[in-house]
T-cell receptor, first 112, second 116 residues
């Protein structure tokens, strides 16, 4: 079967750095993406890693190691508005087409 | 950026009625659109993938006769929940990508369906 594992909840302090890990086991691998979803809202795209290494976008960075089937999202200088759920998703091959296979999401709780 | 709209954002209906949800890509042509449902505090569950001009591909366990999907143009896909029941109450979200292998999906704001 296909699965992605990420922690269900992470707590951090405003201004700190937090890392959310994701390990995956999928049929085919065409990249790892991260999405942010605030309560009551729809997911928004954060980052994509197609190759090994680190991708940086402002305060957010994402890392991929294909040999380890592992990636992480790094959030720096945490702000209260970063409180949300973060989903990793792997672009793999489903029953008949390319699709995103989703992790269960990590709820990030930020304390002042 | 790419903007995807969904309409309506909220629906309350009686059991047994049908509900249509529209998903539009406003500033790009979406070859592929995806329909998800999400229960509270859970991840996204892919229901089906639709490609413009062809039949949708449904995930295992999703009834195609109950959840009718039409992708009539490169900017519009519709999901119709037929004969809705209370267990169909959920958050339905569509997303669109520029191509079948595009790594990025752009999500609509979602539709909350409550079936009484």
């Amino acid at each position: 079967g296909q699965s992605l594992e990420q922690p269900s909840e992470v707590t951090a302090v405003e201004g700190a750095i937090v890392q959310i890990n994701c390990t995956y086991q999928t049929s085919g691998f065409y990249g790892l993406s991260w999405y942010q979803q605030h309560d009551g809202g729809a997911p928004t795209f954060l980052s994509y890693n197609g190759l090994d290494g680190l991708e940086e976008t402002g305060r957010f960075s994402s890392f991929l190691s294909r040999s380890d089937s592992y990636g992480y999202l790094l959030l720096q200088e945490l702000q209260m508005k970063d409180s949300a759920s973060y989903f990793c998703a792997v672009r793999g091959f489903g029953d008949s087409n390319y699709q995103l296979i989703w992790g269960a999401g990590t709820k990030l709780i930020i304390k002042p | 950026g790419a903007v995807v709209s969904q309409h309506p954002s909220w629906v309350i209906c009686k059991s047994g009625t049908s509900v249509k949800i529209e998903c539009r890509s406003l500033d790009f042509q979406a070859t592929t659109m995806f329909w998800y449902r999400q229960f509270p505090k859970q991840s996204l569950m892919l229901m089906a993938t639709s490609n413009e001009g062809s039949k949708a591909t449904y995930e295992q366990g999703v009834e195609k006769d109950k959840f009718l999907i039409n992708h009539a143009s490169l900017t519009l896909s519709t999901l119709t929940v037929t004969s809705a029941h209370p267990e169909d109450s959920s958050f339905y979200i569509c997303s669109a990508s520029r191509g079948a292998t595009s790594e990025t999906q752009y999500f609509g704001p979602g539709t909350r369906l409550l079936v009484l």
